[in-house]
């Protein structure tokens, strides 16, 4: 029923799915609309009675769905609120509110640790790696989803390998052989050691999305006379934006918060805003906490701004597959 | 390539037949990157588990690590944590996601609110976690006001850990699990709605077949995210106790000792480890149904 409702409200949705006799065995609706195979989305409702299921009373599951992800939210609130609050306390101990507000500690965290140039760093360690991740991955993606050949296997576990393995398993190794060619240190080292997962990830996400583009599409622009060059530019770019713009976007997040790789190959000026986030963290103690505390807000506020924009522009669910809405 | 030698034209067609042309030449790039920065190291730091620093028998790391209890009883440790949290994840999302995959007013801004944890990241979280569940912290005034008689001691300790594996962990299960969710064909569904399925029979037989494979990647990614735990099991864990897990155990002998062999040969440990979890995962997935209708991956 619910079903019913949300296809009703769509519409546009395609009509190939169904067959030419379907209109046929309801012939009242031929004569508005025509005996074409182009049938409105009206003529594709189940012989259900749809019913709008935003006002259906929520039933018991229902209600636990929902308190389970009100208090998953309500603790993710408290937990962040925590840290913004004491990045502006005065002093906050033992009450529910601190005893003042002041943005002194920034301004402390901005000198102090240098903030600009730690942000200047990971913007341009990031974008690096989004770019070369997606010029390297997303052919590679293409050939694994259209072709099937003698060891398509083997690759496709060398792909998957990097992403299931933990990044401290193969960091170890790699920032030894970064520092044997005395790449690490350096941000080269940085960017080679954040697209060591990034690259297979890119390739992992769009391989499934660019096997449900119908190959028939490629087929045809072909058959209309478009050469190779034609067929990608022009009918399988403006396809794969959506897949190349949600993969870009989760490995923009995965290289901004990525610790692990980062923390093994930076050297000192090299560090990303995690690792000196870390850093900070570790050696606790020798500045005010909330001054850490400042560092991470700014942290977290230049990863939401990223998240706000990028969303903008994708919808997260487009990750796999595309919605069809 | 052969694939071109123009006195046998018929090769090429034959060997495009089996799949080999030149969009096999887009390979390339990816297929030489992935050997030369991943294969090259990994292989590199397996050589080098085997020469160990004091030298003797090349098992010599190997014996040491399962022989020294402290070292061994790390798989567990990171096993109990890993294993749990994933499950979490992917269990809690299957239901959330199963409600909102519909249309309903305000489902972007929700998905966004969850996406936001993904953006947190572990040091953040634990950062967060160490003042918001600390004895004077929000949780416990919030629960102390509610009639508990003293402050839980939750940080530093093993929930604190697991709970920060949740906060980064679910949000990206639930994010995949919503997409494979959607990617399944309505119409099945309004099919099985037609023949008189309720809804729980619809998930049973038409939903869940088809979101298992992608359940199956969804665990095997968010457990891997909860396996490679270093930053919180450090800040908000007990690195010395319950939460010692191997890839702190890795990162002591490695940096702190200075021993680089040793380091390896636990990281080639812990590889075989997590390998052997999702060698299980995808065989189990390797048995179910993968068709064109969606929910793959």
């Given at each position: 029923?619910?079903?019913?409702g949300?296809?009703r409200?769509?519409?546009?949705?395609?009509t190939a799915q169904?067959p030419?006799?379907?209109?046929?065995?309801?012939?009242e609706?031929?004569p508005v609309?025509?005996?074409?195979?182009?049938?409105?989305?009206?003529?594709?409702d189940?012989?259900?009675?749809a019913k709008?299921?935003?006002?259906?009373?929520l039933?018991v599951g229902g209600?636990?769905?929902?308190?389970?992800?009100a208090f998953?939210?309500?603790?993710?609130?408290g937990?962040?609120a925590?840290?913004?609050?004491?990045?502006f306390?005065v002093?906050?101990?033992?009450t529910?509110w601190?005893s003042?507000?002041?943005?002194?500690?920034y301004s402390m965290?901005?000198?102090?640790?240098?903030?600009?140039?730690?942000?200047v760093?990971?913007l341009q360690?990031?974008?690096?790696v989004?770019?070369?991740?997606?010029?390297i991955?997303?052919?590679t993606?293409y050939?694994?989803?259209?072709?099937?050949?003698?060891?398509?296997?083997?690759?496709?576990?060398?792909f998957?390998?990097p992403?299931?393995?933990p990044?401290?398993?193969?960091?170890?190794?790699?920032?030894t052989?970064?520092y044997?060619?005395?790449l690490?240190?350096s941000?080269?080292g940085?960017?080679?050691?954040n697209?060591?997962?990034s690259?297979?990830?890119?390739?992992?996400t769009m391989?499934?999305f660019i096997?449900?583009?119908?190959p028939?599409?490629?087929a045809?622009?072909?058959m209309?006379g478009?050469?190779?060059?034609?067929?990608f530019?022009r009918?399988?770019?403006?396809l794969?934006?959506p897949g190349?713009l949600?993969?870009?976007?989760?490995v923009l997040?995965?290289?901004?918060g990525m610790?692990?790789?980062t923390f093994?190959?930076?050297?000192?000026?090299s560090q990303?805003l995690v690792v000196s986030?870390y850093?900070?963290m570790f050696?606790?103690g020798i500045?005010?906490?909330?001054a850490?505390?400042?560092?991470?807000?700014?942290?977290?506020?230049?990863?939401?701004?990223?998240?706000?924009?990028?969303?903008?522009?994708v919808?997260?669910?487009?990750l796999?597959?595309r919605?069809k809405? | 390539m052969?694939?071109?030698?123009?006195?046998?034209p018929s090769?090429?067609?034959?060997?495009?037949?089996?799949g080999?042309d030149r969009?096999?030449l887009?390979l390339v790039?990816?297929?030489?990157?992935?050997v030369?920065?991943?294969?090259?190291?990994?292989?590199?730091?397996?050589?080098?588990?085997?020469?160990p620093?004091?030298?003797?028998?090349?098992?010599?790391?190997?014996?040491?690590?399962f022989?020294?209890?402290?070292?061994a009883?790390?798989?567990?440790t990171?096993?109990?944590?890993?294993i749990?949290?994933?499950?979490i994840?992917?269990l809690?999302?299957?239901?959330i996601?199963?409600?909102?995959?519909?249309?309903?007013?305000?489902?972007?801004?929700?998905?966004?609110?969850?996406v936001?944890?993904?953006?947190l990241?572990?040091?953040?979280t634990?950062?967060?976690?160490?003042?918001?569940?600390?004895?004077?912290?929000w949780?416990n005034?919030?629960?102390?006001a509610?009639?508990?008689d003293e402050?839980?001691?939750l940080?530093?300790?093993?929930?604190?850990?697991?709970?920060?594996l949740?906060i980064?962990?679910?949000?990206?299960?639930?994010?995949l699990?919503?997409?494979?969710?959607?990617?399944i064909d309505?119409t099945?569904?309004q099919?099985a709605a037609?023949?008189?399925a309720d809804w729980r029979?619809?998930?049973?037989y038409?939903?869940?077949?088809?979101?298992a494979?992608?359940?199956?990647?969804?665990?095997?990614?968010t457990?891997?995210?909860a396996f490679?735990?270093?930053?919180?099991?450090y800040?908000?864990g007990l690195?010395?106790g319950?939460?010692?897990?191997?890839?702190?155990?890795?990162?002591e002998?490695a940096?702190?000792?200075?021993d680089?062999?040793?380091?390896?040969?636990?990281?080639?440990?812990?590889a075989?480890?997590?390998?052997?979890?999702?060698a299980l995962?995808?065989?189990w997935r390797?048995r179910l149904y993968?068709?064109a209708?969606?929910?793959?991956?």
């Amino acid at each position: 029923m619910r079903l019913g409702g949300r296809r009703r409200k769509s519409s546009g949705v395609s009509t190939a799915q169904l067959p030419a006799g379907r209109t046929a065995e309801r012939p009242e609706y031929d004569p508005v609309r025509g005996p074409s195979g182009r049938t409105p989305s009206e003529n594709l409702d189940p012989p259900i009675p749809a019913k709008d299921f935003r006002r259906r009373p929520l039933t018991v599951g229902g209600w636990l769905v929902w308190g389970a992800v009100a208090f998953f939210l309500v603790n993710l609130v408290g937990l962040v609120a925590s840290v913004v609050v004491n990045s502006f306390a005065v002093t906050w101990f033992d009450t529910w509110w601190p005893s003042g507000l002041t943005a002194q500690y920034y301004s402390m965290a901005w000198q102090e640790m240098a903030l600009l140039d730690v942000l200047v760093v990971t913007l341009q360690v990031s974008a690096a790696v989004v770019v070369l991740s997606v010029l390297i991955g997303v052919p590679t993606a293409y050939a694994l989803a259209r072709r099937t050949f003698f060891g398509k296997r083997l690759i496709t576990v060398l792909f998957l390998l990097p992403i299931l393995l933990p990044p401290m398993t193969y960091g170890i190794p790699l920032a030894t052989v970064l520092y044997k060619f005395d790449l690490a240190g350096s941000m080269t080292g940085v960017i080679i050691a954040n697209l060591v997962p990034s690259v297979p990830f890119v390739v992992l996400t769009m391989t499934p999305f660019i096997e449900q583009i119908d190959p028939k599409i490629e087929a045809a622009a072909r058959m209309c006379g478009a050469n190779t060059a034609a067929v990608f530019g022009r009918v399988l770019a403006p396809l794969l934006v959506p897949g190349i713009l949600a993969a870009s976007i989760l490995v923009l997040v995965r290289t901004v918060g990525m610790f692990e790789l980062t923390f093994l190959t930076a050297g000192p000026g090299s560090q990303t805003l995690v690792v000196s986030l870390y850093e900070a963290m570790f050696s606790a103690g020798i500045r005010a906490q909330q001054a850490v505390d400042a560092m991470a807000v700014i942290y977290t506020g230049s990863m939401l701004v990223l998240l706000v924009i990028a969303l903008r522009f994708v919808n997260p669910t487009q990750l796999v597959t595309r919605l069809k809405e | 390539m052969t694939v071109t030698a123009p006195e046998r034209p018929s090769l090429k067609h034959r060997l495009a037949e089996r799949g080999v042309d030149r969009t096999l030449l887009l390979l390339v790039p990816g297929v030489l990157f992935v050997v030369l920065l991943f294969a090259y190291p990994v292989l590199y730091g397996l050589q080098l588990s085997f020469q160990p620093a004091e030298g003797g028998s090349p098992f010599a790391n190997y014996s040491t690590f399962f022989s020294d209890p402290y070292l061994a009883d790390t798989i567990w440790t990171t096993l109990r944590l890993a294993i749990p949290a994933a499950l979490i994840n992917v269990l809690a999302s299957i239901p959330i996601a199963y409600r909102l995959r519909g249309r309903f007013r305000g489902k972007r801004f929700l998905t966004t609110i969850l996406v936001v944890p993904i953006t947190l990241g572990t040091v953040l979280t634990a950062e967060g976690l160490k003042q918001y569940l600390s004895p004077v912290g929000w949780f416990n005034r919030i629960l102390m006001a509610l009639g508990m008689d003293e402050p839980m001691r939750l940080v530093p300790s093993w929930t604190a850990v697991l709970f920060s594996l949740i906060i980064t962990g679910f949000p990206f299960a639930f994010l995949l699990t919503l997409s494979y969710l959607s990617g399944i064909d309505p119409t099945l569904e309004q099919a099985a709605a037609t023949l008189g399925a309720d809804w729980r029979r619809r998930f049973r037989y038409i939903t869940l077949p088809l979101l298992a494979p992608g359940l199956a990647i969804t665990f095997c990614l968010t457990f891997v995210l909860a396996f490679s735990v270093f930053p919180s099991a450090y800040l908000v864990g007990l690195p010395q106790g319950e939460t010692r897990v191997m890839s702190i155990a890795a990162y002591e002998a490695a940096f702190r000792d200075g021993d680089y062999p040793m380091g390896s040969t636990i990281a080639v440990i812990m590889a075989v480890v997590m390998l052997v979890v999702i060698a299980l995962v995808l065989a189990w997935r390797s048995r179910l149904y993968r068709g064109a209708t969606g929910g793959k991956g």
